[in-house]
């Protein structure tokens, strides 16, 4: 088989090197348990403590404000069902958008289940919420707005700041989904006026298993697991220290050349999109076009099928995904195409190729050629392809 | 997730194409369920002697198309009607439970063609009486 | 300092040189989303696959009633926290026991304060869960009886067979904690009648952040983190595809020579233990004496603290914990002690060394030698130890 | 955890042991929490010029217990009696919060002894007035 060439970077990314090195001695070296008294365990101690800083650091927090979970999806149910059962006695109400992360979305559809009222916000053609109606459905009873920070699917990032001003100006805990911002754009979580923040290292080229959920002081939340002491009480059982000393490492690697990074991936990425516009017809790119992340390209190839054009790249070598029904075992394409309006069956022809830092112009020259012939040949077999060159 | 049958089916679909003024042509999916199959049938003497299809939809659903079509060709229409989707997924080593419909898509594909060649020559075939178009091949 | 020598392996172990190396291209090289439709996600999903099924085939069960977690507390809190929430209209009675981990024990409290009752069965002086009370305390209302497989700190091992005799015959499901017990006990949940057990791979020489929990079809349990649709919808979350990988291959060496291994072990814990009773006075040991685990030694030392114990043990370069409030920031000492009859001071100067699998015989009796030379000096500076000998 | 300082004290205290005849005794703490700290003073002319302890409890409670020796002998009693938890907590470099009651510990079993001292000795020692053994020092 060719070099495979990998484009599923808002999938998960590989382990760069240097974050595994740092990994490595904590699993059977310094192996010590964290909450140990002898030396062993202060050296896991400090390694996680260092990790916890070197987060912190990063979105303008405090470390001591920083808890380490098993992933994004745990800081996401965390900070819903912490947030909503502490708080039951002030209000039952949230409020999110139609676009989030299944981690957001199925939680809530849980907390409907137990009595808590979901007000799902409407995105535009974009993606981007509609922040009127944001405001308008804040109660009373309103006691937390979840928003996520840019979108897995089509990149979007959300004006995350007006949100958090919204949310401070209402007394409403703003939490917001940032597992596919965090390493990727600089977050101040002060200046946003953020209350709570997931992420997830393996998105940025950290070990998969590893997250954290930011908690600003004051903010009244049950735990999701209870149990030891770690965490600060608010988060049990024996610490990921490998896990927690990549995320610490990746973490500092993703801010340490971000901009540098962010601008070879943009040109990368609006390179593909051109290119791509060029030499097919029928294609349409999701997502905002220039306020969206530095890696994502996400477009729809009309009268073909996502997962057969996933198999197809599959088989020169180059890993994407799709918003197809087929790719998730579902019978609907993304929520989130249809949320931005479109229709199922151009939905269904979706590709989302997200790039990262491994990616080079070659590749994409090479996937671009490769996308030519294929849609070309999907297309030749597709009875909708047929249709439209009758009408022509 | 597929077996190498399944690959070598859809990266090498055979029978794509249309049959100009083919016997039969039977078209099932929806668009908004990510599969439309649609088969042409050239018949004589109750022989499937051609057979052609094309196909909207995932990996699956290609090559259970074209698995079916190589199943029907040179078989009569009697022998065609007796080929189930199981009978395809079978040929096929076998396909992953949520893709279960695409085999059942390519019976009815078959059906359907039949049953317009049916209509249009106005001759009867045994077992089309309650096949219903209509049915939902996510069910299954 | 002098080479460590390691007897805390009933708080955390070092990752095995095979597990590590077979956990290693899953970080950087097969590092595919298992969800992702591509060859190098199915890589993943394969290895995840392969671990579930040496998982089950241990714990004689199917693959597929296997779901992988971030380790033991969130198997244990999802356990108790979905069947409750899940079974709420049948029943709101849950039983234990007083020695459960804190994973159990906060959880319980917790559901309390949602509104379930919980009954907390007595243990007797060696630790063993007192039956007839179990018996007795099952009710119409009782959805769930909750005993750990072996204690953490005194090494107990309950009797299981009874408990899931008890809990079928009166069709109440029965959870166990089984984390100290899995990698050094058989296990088989049908014999047993266990519905549901938590593991977690870092106490048999697998990585920390992953373990799991087995549930038996067609109980009724709600998700503890929903989301994707990792682990058939029940646990959302990209998979630690490392972490699993070594959790599969570490319960893999575990039970290849698991009785040679227990043998060895047993043959070091009772060494030390008899040597310890022959060297020093004033000492107690905690827990059963023969129905305990392989590796686990639990000693009180009359007239010192546990925690000066350890730092003494520390400065020898040996590694070992204790029941002692002082290591724990808390003002009570261990509440196993407690609940197995010891007053708070002697329960002040337990000291727990768990074995594993590198402890040698010459170790044994290094720690031998340094305990008796350390508790003497302990005791030479103890207000507590000066009136024995004068009533002597 | 614990500073150099801490570790250096809890390794090699100073003036363990007792004193016999001492003219104050103290002893603090309860073995139900896991500390007493047991202090013994000779004292001439106002002057502690001798001064021994017994601890039983954790790491800081002996360094603790050691520094707070070494602080107050060859010192006056009122010199004694100006020596607060927080100055044992600092000539140690520092004590983690959980650990702070060790040395309020300290402190108390200093003013214990020189209670009895008093009271032996029928002498009145300015700041005794008020000091109440039965305040619990992990309350600090
Ligand atoms: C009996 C028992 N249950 C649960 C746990 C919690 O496991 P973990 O720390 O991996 O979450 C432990 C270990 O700490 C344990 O010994
Ligand atoms: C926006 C967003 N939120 C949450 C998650 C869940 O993260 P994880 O799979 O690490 O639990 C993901 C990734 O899958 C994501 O893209």
Known sequence: MTKLIYMDNSATTPVKQEVLDEMLPYFNIKYGNPSSIYSLGSTSKVAVETSREKIATTINANAKDIFFTAGGSEADNWALKGVAFANRKKGNHIITSKIEHHGILHTCEYLEKQ???????????????????????????????????????????????????????????????????????????????IDMLSMAAHKFYGPKGIGALYI??????????????????????TENVPGIVGMGKAIELAYENLDEHNNKLIELRDRLIKKVFESIDYVRLNGHPTNRLPGNINICFEFIEGESLLLSLDMEGIAGSSGSACTSGTLDPSHVLLAIGLPHEIAHGSLRLSLGDFNTKDEVDYVVEKLV?????????????????EVK | MYSEKVMEHFKNPRNVGEIENADG?????????????????????EVIVDVKFKTFGCGSAIASSSMATEMIKGKTIEEAMSITNKAVAKALDGLPPVKMHCSVLAEQAIKSALLDYSKKNNVHIDGLEDFDLTEDPHEH
Chains 1, 3 share one sequence.
Not at chain 1, 218 to 228: E, H, M, Q
Not at chain 1, 373 to 381: F, G, K, T
């Open chain 1, 115 to 193: 009595g808590f009222k979901v007000t799902y916000i409407d995105v535009d053609e974009y993606g981007i919420v509609d922040l009127n109606q944001l405001k308008k459905s804040i109660t009373d009873e309103t006691i937390l707005i979840s928003i996520m920070f840019a979108n897995n699917e089509i990149g979007t990032i959300q004006p995350i700041k007006e949100i958090g001003r919204i949310a401070k100006e209402k007394g409403v805990y703003f939490h917001t989904d940032a597992v596919q911002a965090i390493g990727h754009i600089k977050i101040d979580v002060d200046e946003l006026n």
């Open chain 1, 216 to 237: 600003r002081p004051g903010v009244k939340i049950d735990p999701l697991i209870s149990g030891g002491g770690q965490e600060r009480n608010r988060r049990a059982g």
């Open chain 1, 373 to 389: 012939e294929i849609v070309a040949r999907l297309r030749s077999m597709s009875p909708l392809y047929e249709k439209v060159k």
């Open chain 2, 25 to 45: 042509i039977g078209e099932v999916g929806n668009p908004r369920c990510g599969d439309i199959m649609k088969m042409y049938l050239k018949i004589e003497d």
